[in-house]
């Protein structure tokens, strides 16, 4: 599966499957409508595409008959949107995404408490441990567990434990700062209503899809000759694969669709 948030075309990849649909239905093709209506919201929430839906009948097609199935798919994509399953699904796809806040078990203060505990419970253990050791090795321990006293003390006085707790503070309000600039792209991203990520979607496949090159040779193995077609995206070369008159359709319905979007 690509990528999250690749550019995708809503209507040409979903399309590509779909292909009769609208004669024969989604059976014939071995789609069921929770298969199709996954793949919609996973390219409308995330530019998703599952290329594991079949695609071979859309392939055996005429070009003509895959413009003409490229539009009917379009048309069936955009009364799917307009309902209020497409809404829930697109609600709970939604929810999925969003960041949880940070939490904490204690307040500042406590934090600053365990932290001074689990230290004193360190240095108690440490103690324990060293009793059986030899003398010269006890020694050499014991010399470092001292300075570790000593460190301790110094970060206890009444200034440095206002120190530590203000670093505590500061974090929170780092990480919580942190959750609030996340959380403000989730909501570009992931607005309530989807009708403006659906007209994202629709722009990018536009501009993807904008110089496909139908002329483009390909090597016995499949690939692009040109390196530079080799590099574009996955997404790029279905449309090439689609053809031009199928690609050309679903650039049709797209603008269509922005127009009625008013994007």
Same mark, same amino acid.
Do not use: H
């Given at each position: 599966?690509?990528?999250?948030?690749? %550019? +995708?075309?809503?209507?040409? =990849?979903?399309?590509?499957? =779909?292909?009769?649909?609208?004669?024969?239905?989604? !059976?014939?093709?071995?789609?069921?409508?929770?298969?199709?209506?996954?793949?919609?919201?996973?390219?409308?929430?995330?530019?998703?595409?599952?290329?594991?839906?079949?695609?071979?009948? /859309?392939?055996?097609?005429?070009?003509?008959?895959? +413009?003409? $199935?490229?539009?009917?798919?379009?048309?069936?994509? *955009?009364?799917?949107?307009?309902?209020?399953? /497409?809404?829930?699904?697109?609600?709970?796809?939604?929810?999925?995404? @969003?960041?949880?806040?940070?939490?904490?078990?204690?307040?500042?203060?406590?934090?600053?408490?365990?932290?001074?505990?689990?230290?004193?419970?360190?240095?108690?253990? !440490? @103690?324990?441990?060293?009793?059986?050791?030899?003398?010269? %090795?006890?020694?050499?321990?014991?010399?470092?567990?001292?300075?570790?006293?000593?460190?301790?003390?110094?970060?206890?006085?009444?200034?440095?434990?206002?120190?530590?707790?203000? $670093?505590?503070?500061?974090?929170?309000?780092?990480?919580?700062?942190?959750?609030?600039?996340?959380?403000?792209?989730?909501?570009?991203?992931?607005?309530?209503?989807?009708?403006?990520?659906?007209?994202?979607?629709?722009?990018? /496949?536009?501009?993807?899809?904008?110089?496909?090159?139908?002329?483009?040779?390909?090597?016995?193995?499949?690939? /692009?000759?040109?390196? $530079?077609?080799? $590099?574009?995206?996955?997404?790029?070369?279905?449309?090439?694969?689609?053809?031009?008159? +199928?690609?050309?359709?679903? *650039?049709?319905?797209?603008? +269509?669709?922005?127009?009625?979007?008013?994007?």
């Amino acid at each position: 599966m690509c990528k999250a948030w690749k %550019q +995708a075309s809503l209507i040409l =990849l979903i399309a590509v499957p =779909l292909t009769a649909a609208a004669a024969d239905g989604l !059976s014939q093709l071995g789609l069921t409508p929770p298969a199709v209506k996954e793949a919609i919201g996973g390219i409308v929430t995330a530019g998703v595409y599952n290329p594991g839906l079949p695609a071979a009948a /859309f392939k055996a097609l005429p070009p003509a008959t895959r +413009a003409q $199935a490229v539009t009917a798919a379009a048309g069936w994509v *955009r009364t799917y949107t307009a309902t209020p399953e /497409f809404s829930a699904q697109y609600a709970k796809l939604r929810d999925r995404q @969003k960041p949880d806040p940070p939490t904490w078990d204690a307040t500042p203060e406590q934090e600053l408490q365990q932290a001074d505990d689990d230290q004193k419970k360190q240095m108690e253990e !440490s @103690k324990q441990a060293i009793a059986n050791l030899p003398p010269e %090795q006890r020694k050499a321990v014991e010399a470092g567990l001292q300075a570790a006293a000593e460190m301790t003390a110094r970060m206890n006085t009444p200034e440095a434990r206002k120190m530590r707790l203000d $670093a505590i503070r500061t974090d929170r309000a780092q990480r919580t700062k942190e959750y609030q600039d996340v959380l403000a792209r989730w909501k570009q991203q992931y607005p309530d209503d989807p009708r403006p990520v659906i007209a994202r979607r629709l722009r990018e /496949f536009l501009q993807l899809s904008t110089d496909v090159d139908y002329a483009a040779k390909l090597n016995a193995n499949g690939t /692009f000759a040109n390196p $530079a077609y080799q $590099a574009k995206p996955s997404q790029w070369k279905m449309c090439y694969r689609a053809g031009r008159e +199928a690609t050309a359709a679903a *650039r049709a319905a797209a603008e +269509a669709w922005l127009k009625e979007l008013g994007a």
